[in-house]
């Protein structure tokens, strides 16, 4: 079955710091990922996908089939960075029929 | 223009009783899905519309949970007998078409049974 695990809830740094968010899924079809992210009191927006192979924020992620994961990097973490992130698989079940789904999310902290 | 709307934002209801959560899409976008948020499960699939498609009802828990799309814009979801586990915040999401475009949300409304 189509799954993505996101095996931490919780990710403390400090300012400056690496941060690595790990996802990794199970889809046996060609995977389109994606990672949301849900800053305090704002709405769930997307923060960036595979397809694209685009940095935001200084976020980056690559797709490793071999792996199945599709980890969010940042070299340097800012406190702006604080926030809950989702990684998400789409993916199609029966002909055109498809589905977005979500991880559990984990939550990053970034300590001054 | 304006992004997807909630609404109520916030909804205190008796165990029991049936409520009704309505999203407006942003104009223009053909795909519309409801998922649950609560702690510790993430974020929960519910529903999905697309276009003049039949509706995948696949992530229903319980046959007291529906939805409804009319004129291809503004959805209603409809929790009926309201249980307690039911309490979570609810949001709306649309996009242009398909699960691979990008997904706009809606702020939420947050169910709480008593």
């Known amino acids: 079955a189509q799954r993505v695990t996101q095996p931490e809830k919780l990710l403390s740094v400090f300012k400056g710091a690496p941060v690595e968010l790990k996802c990794n899924y199970s889809?046996?079809?060609?995977?389109?990922l994606f990672w949301y992210v849900q800053y305090s009191r704002q709405r769930l927006q997307l923060l960036l996908r595979?397809?694209s192979r685009e940095s935001i924020k200084g976020f980056t992620a690559d797709l490793n089939k071999g792996e199945t994961s599709f980890h969010l990097k940042k070299p340097f973490a800012q406190e702006e960075d604080s926030a809950m992130y989702y990684c998400?698989?789409?993916?199609?079940?029966?002909?055109?029929?498809?589905?977005?789904?979500f991880g559990k999310g984990i939550t990053l902290s970034v300590r001054p | 223009g304006a992004g997807v709307s909630q609404s109520p934002s916030n909804k205190v209801t008796e165990k029991g009783k049936d409520v009704e959560l309505r999203c407006d899409p942003i104009?223009?976008?053909?795909?519309l899905y409801w998922y649950r948020q609560s702690l510790g499960q993430g974020l929960e699939f519910l529903i999905y519309?697309?276009?003049?498609?039949?509706?995948?009802k696949s992530g229903l828990p319980s046959d007291r949970f529906s939805a409804e799309r009319t004129g291809g814009s503004v959805s209603t979801l409809t929790i009926q007998r309201t249980q307690q586990e039911d309490s979570a915040v609810y949001l709306c999401?649309?996009?242009?078409?398909?699960?691979?475009?990008?997904?706009?949300f809606g702020p939420g409304t947050r169910l709480t049974v008593t």
């Open positions: 998400a698989l789409a993916f199609y079940y029966t002909g055109a029929n498809s589905k977005l789904t």
């Open positions: 889809y046996s079809g060609s995977p389109e």
């Open positions: 595979h397809i």
């Open positions: 999401a649309s996009s242009l078409a398909g699960v691979s475009y990008e997904q706009y």
């Open positions: 104009s223009g976008h053909t795909a």
């Open positions: 519309f697309q276009g003049n498609s039949a509706p995948d």
